[in-house]
């Protein structure tokens, strides 16, 4: 099989080894579950409850520049920039806004605090959001007070609102300021080039032919300067009639008849050709605005009074300044008049010097003209931005007002449950594989073999009992006659049938495991006989409930005869010596040559020969033990001792000369660890039926004196 082949197995096996860290694992991760949600749920209990409040406003951009007609649209040339909502999310929470906030609400004295720090909190609780695909705002203020937070709500928004109208009103002020300053300035500026175009005429006296110039572009001749003379003196002539005939008119009609006789006049600095329709159309604008109901008072009917007072006044102006120009006009005509009737009689070097000072007096007209329209366009300006100005602003209007909310929006209990939840799996998954990441302990059997270099035996699953007191079907003796078949593989020697039994450390469970497999081998026809050596804390007499007071060390002490101390159980082929009376110095009586001959003699009496010890790594008693003995069988307790310590007992079997034939790897829970299933398959194949089940073994004192035995068959028993 190739590399690429192979790398979907090691993927698939590092996942099932990720999930049964979390098998294994399970009680810390459910444990770590329930203290963040049970944190989460206190603190979710013991946060204080909080309102929220909302009003929608809409808010409109500023306008750039005003219409110079009546009736315009007052956002027109208003621009929304990318930043516009942003900017004005940073005016609603300025500390100039929420600042009439805290003394409208007198927030200070209700909430104890500095004006500086009311309006920090303030900016903590107001929270502002565009509403997506339109142009209003949403302003939501949170608050443990339900009327607090209404109340807050609608200040901000009409604190919000104030602020921005001052704002406009500040701008529209400074503009208005400068462009009745540039009004006066043009005012003054066309009175000058009225006074100059004056002088000129009163000056030189002259008379132009043509737009530009007196005689045109045409060359001249005393002929046709005559005849331009004459036909010009004719002209001025129905001039001067038409404007006597004006001003009579202007002289004989009353207000409203004079006004729009005015406006029919087709002069140049007529203005009121160009006020007189607005100030219908303003008059209009008023009565519409009555026929909607709108009362007297009402803002918008007082702007437009005031908008058709001034436009009377700038007509009643206009009126004046229209007699008074047709008064020059006149003037002027019959001046040109009494020049034209001098010039019928001038020479033709006369006539060339009078075309000459004309072309003065029509380049002063020209620029009083032009003044005159600019100044006529800036008083219109003027005009529309004063009415604007009295309008009442709508750029900013309130759609939704805030109301009192009965149900508390934070804290979210749901959520924070649902996020304790997912922390605490989280944490609790973190934490048991950091603590798989630490434990060192044996948690396979590859551990076993790699660090130790021994063969593992067996695999004893958790929670097996006693054999003896069970049922002979019991699927749990299947693991130790797995154990007795190892046994008979790796010893090298079949004469080696002494074994001891020694673990790491205390509760590892090498004394049920001798007890079981001395069980089994007697089962399978082997005279076998177990030995308590732990003279330390001796067990192996309680499973069979003997007394202990008879046994090794009354044999290694005094003359007892081996009869005496061994004594026979209730299972067939199954011996057992006790430990005797405790000694003061276990080590130095199992390290007598006694005890070495002790051995040598069941070895010769019995087919088989167990012996349990202490720990090794805390006494010396199990170390002289395995240097008497054939073989050493460890013990070890699945995910309990260290690997470093299971080294320790290697060594210190072999440090003294022993043998160690293998490892059974005990208390395995072959529920959560699913490598370990394989091996205790045999539960449901050896599952017996109730009918099959038969009653405990009873355990009875056996007979001081064994019958002897016949060695069983060397050969491996099934």
Known sequence: ????????????????????????????????????????????????????????????????????????????????????????????????????????????????VSKENAIRILKGIVNTQNIRGTDLISIRVRHTSKEDARDVTAEVAKAYKDYRSEIE????????????????????????????????????????????????QSGVDEDQAARGALQTYNDLQTQKMQLESQINSLLKYNSEELLRYASGLELPENVIRTLYPQYLEATRVISDLKINGLGANHPRVLAAEENIRRMKQQLDEGVVNLRATL??????????????????????????????????????????????????????????????????????VVHEEPQISDSPVSPNVTLNLVLGAVVGLIFGVGIAFFLEYLDTSVKSLEDVERYLQVPVLAVIPKDVGVLHKQSGMSPDAE??????????????????????????????????????????????????????????RPRLHTF?????????TNYLTTELM???????????????????????????????????????????????????????????????????????????????????????????VE?????VIGVVLNNVDVRSDSQYQYYTSYYTYYAPAESQIGPPVGASSAPSKPQPAPRGNDSELY
């Open 327 to 396: 008064q020059v006009q006149l003037s002027m005509a019959s001046d040109r008049l009494k020049n034209v009737e001098m010039m019928k009689n001038d020479t033709h070097e006369e006539a060339i010097k009078r075309g000459l000072d004309a072309q003065d007096y029509v380049d002063a007209k020209r620029d009083f003209e032009t003044d005159q329209q600019l100044l006529q366009t800036m008083k219109l300006e003027q005009i529309n931005k004063t009415i604007t100005g009295k309008m009442p602003p709508d750029s900013i």
């Open 544 to 552: 069979f409930d003997i007394n202990n007071s008879v046994g090794l």
């Open 655 to 659: 440090n003294v000369g022993g043998n």
């Open 1 to 112: 099989m190739n590399v690429s082949s192979q790398q979907p197995n090691e993927a698939a096996l590092h996942a099932v080894d990720y999930w049964q860290v979390i098998k294994n694992r399970y009680g810390i991760i459910l444990l770590t579950l329930l203290l963040v949600f049970m944190t989460a749920a206190v603190i979710t209990y013991v946060m204080p409850k909080k309102y929220e409040s909302e009003a929608t406003i809409e808010v409109k951009p500023r306008s750039s520049g005003m219409s110079l007609g009546f009736g315009m649209d007052r956002s027109s040339g208003a621009t929304m920039t990318a930043q516009f909502f942003g900017t004005e999310f940073e005016k609603i929470k300025s500390s100039n806004s929420l600042s009439k906030v805290v003394d409208n609400l007198e927030l200070m004295n209700k909430w104890g």
């Open 479 to 536: 693991a130790y006659r797995i154990l007795r078949t190892n046994i008979e593989f790796n010893r090298k020697n079949p004469e080696d049938n002494a074994i001891t039994v020694v673990s790491g450390g205390a509760g590892e469970g090498k004394s049920t495991t001798l007890v079981n497999l001395a069980y089994i081998c007697a089962q399978g026809g082997y005279t076998t006989l177990m030995i308590d050596a732990d003279l330390r």
């Open 562 to 652: 081996l009869e005496d101390v061994i004594l026979q159980t209730p299972v067939d082929n199954l011996y057992f010596m006790p430990s005797g009376i405790l000694p003061a110095d276990a080590a130095g009586i199992l390290n007598s040559r006694r005890m070495s001959e002790l051995i040598q003699d069941v070895k010769q009496r019995f087919d088989l020969v167990l012996v349990d010890s202490p720990p090794i790594l805390g006494v010396s008693d199990a170390s002289v033990l395995a240097s008497e003995v054939d073989l050493t069988m460890i013990v070890v307790q699945h995910r309990k001792l260290p690997r470093n310590m299971l080294l320790r007992v290697k060594q210190a």
């Open 169 to 216: 009103n500040k701008d529209s002020s400074k503009a208005l300021y400068e462009l009745n300053k540039a009004v006066r300035d043009q005012e003054d500026k066309v009175e000058e080039r009225r006074k100059v175009l004056a002088t000129i005429v009163r000056t030189k006296g002259i008379i132009y032919k043509g737009q530009d110039s007196f005689y045109g």
